[in-house]
């Protein structure tokens, strides 16, 4: 009895992995989508986000994106989540 409720388990976790990384995949794929709308509609993300002009910079070296992170925080007082999104939505605004 105790197998079967183990492997029940198992069971269970596995199909819960294989949801969660569909769910990621559509996730990403959406993000893409509206990332392609945002710049098709001409909006100046960088100037949305206010990311100053030191914060560009670092940002775009690619080993120097953690401490364009910390700038942008420290510049703001936002929290680390939305300095790492405001950062990295940047840097998607590059890749045209």
Same mark, same amino acid.
């Given at each position: 009895?105790?197998?079967? $409720? @183990?492997? @029940?388990?198992? @069971?269970? &976790?596995?199909?819960?992995?294989?949801?969660?990384?569909?769910?990621?995949?559509? #996730?990403?794929? &959406?993000?893409?989508? @509206?990332?392609?709308?945002?710049?098709?509609? !001409?909006?100046?993300?960088? *100037?949305? &986000?206010?990311?100053?002009?030191? #914060?560009k *910079?670092?940002?775009?070296?690619p !080993? /120097?994106? =953690? *401490? %364009? =992170? /910390? $700038?942008?925080?420290?510049? $703001?007082?936002?929290?680390?989540?939305? %300095?790492?999104d %405001?950062? *990295?939505?940047?840097?998607?605004s590059?890749?045209?």
């Open positions: 009895m105790a197998f079967e $409720t @183990l492997g @029940l388990g198992v @069971l269970l &976790l596995s199909a819960l992995g294989v949801m969660w990384q569909l769910f990621s995949i559509r #996730v990403s794929r &959406l993000e893409r989508k @509206l990332d392609l709308i945002v710049r098709g509609l !001409g909006f100046d993300v960088a *100037e949305r &986000l206010k990311l100053s002009e030191r #914060v *910079e670092i940002a775009r070296d !080993g /120097r994106k =953690i *401490e %364009a =992170i /910390r $700038t942008y925080r420290e510049e $703001t007082g936002c929290g680390l989540a939305e %300095a790492k %405001a950062v *990295e939505i940047y840097l998607s590059l890749k045209t």
